[in-house]
């Protein structure tokens, strides 16, 4: 694959050293748009990358929710 059709969120391509670092497990698992733009280009089904990422589709991680649906505890944790 080549680095260069990979986009960051600013639209700039991915280093051949990033894409590297990442395979090898060397730096953190990337931002969901990067997950994104790589299962695209693997033409993978991008739920599996975030599986191996350890992270959830940003479809299913709200960034904010009402303190009504909120589960009972996170409440307490929550900052006003």
Do not use: Q
């Amino acid at each position: 694959m080549k680095t260069a059709r990979v986009k960051t969120e600013v639209g700039k391509p991915i280093s051949f050293p990033y894409l590297n670092d990442l395979e090898h497990n060397l730096r953190h698992p990337p931002r969901g748009h990067l997950i994104e733009e790589l299962a695209k280009h693997l033409k993978l089904d991008a739920d599996l990358l975030y599986f191996l990422a350890g992270k959830l589709p940003s479809v299913l991680f709200p960034t904010r929710l009402p303190r009504s649906r909120c589960w009972p505890p996170t409440v307490l944790f929550a900052r006003n």
